[in-house]
């Protein structure tokens, strides 16, 4: 079936640090990707997407790449801000329009 | 209108009743999600629409939820018989569809809370 997994958190990290928090998944066919953000206090909202293999989606300093090969498609930032403290969901979208996500990734950045 | 719009954000429900809550889409937007968030928890998938139709519904947790659309505009989500174990953010989604990398625009939440 198709699944998302992701690694659990919370991750804690200093300012300023290189953060990667991976997201592989299982599908059939060819998915879209998302990256999904929650601040605190804060509804959900898209923070970058890739459509199909080797596409970069980026936003706000964070970056991730379509990996068919290892069907992967992990969180990148190189240098992280207090401000970018929330929980962090990835997906995908189905041909079909189903869009399933992981569980979500907490992090928190310390000053 | 120009965000997804949830109704009520906040609910109180003693264990036994009956809610209902509301979703009003992106206008234009033929594809609507449900889902519901849990204290610490994920997203678990429940239903989604495409128009008027649920393709899937296997998310819904047991037979006291169902979920209708009218019109291909606003959805309702009914929990009948509420449980305590169904307090949760239920949040609602929609997006164009027809292609995959669509984005999809969540609404604020109803916050249910079974006491």
């Known amino acids: 079936g198709n699944s998302v997994t992701q690694m659990e958190g919370p991750v804690t990290l200093s300012e300023e640090a290189f953060l990667t928090i991976n997201c592989t998944y299982t599908?059939?066919?060819?998915?879209?990707l998302f990256w999904y953000v929650q601040y605190p206090g804060e509804g959900l909202q898209l923070l970058l997407k890739a459509t199909k293999a080797d596409d970069k989606g980026s936003n706000k300093g964070f970056e991730a790449t379509y990996r068919k090969e290892t069907t992967s498609f992990h969180l990148e930032k190189g240098s992280v801000q207090v401000s970018d403290s929330a929980v962090y969901f990835c997906a995908l979208r189905r041909r079909d329009d189903k869009i399933i996500f992981g569980k979500g990734t907490r992090l928190h950045i310390l000053p | 209108g120009a965000g997804v719009s949830q109704s009520p954000s906040n609910k109180v429900t003693e264990k036994g009743k009956d809610v209902e809550l509301r979703c009003d889409p992106i206008s234009g937007h033929t594809a609507l999600y449900w889902y519901r968030q849990s204290l610490g928890q994920g997203l678990e998938f429940l239903i989604y629409?495409?128009?008027?139709?649920?393709?899937?519904k296997s998310g819904l947790p047991s037979d006291r939820f169902s979920a209708e659309r009218t019109g291909g505009s606003v959805s309702t989500l009914t929990i009948q018989r509420t449980q305590q174990e169904d307090s949760a953010v239920y949040l609602c989604?929609?997006?164009?569809?027809?292609?995959?990398?669509?984005?999809?625009?969540f609404g604020e939440g109803s916050w249910l809370t079974v006491v």
């Open positions: 629409f495409q128009g008027n139709s649920a393709p899937d």
């Open positions: 989604a929609s997006s164009w569809d027809s292609l995959s990398g669509n984005t999809i625009y």
């Open positions: 599908a059939t066919g060819y998915p879209s």
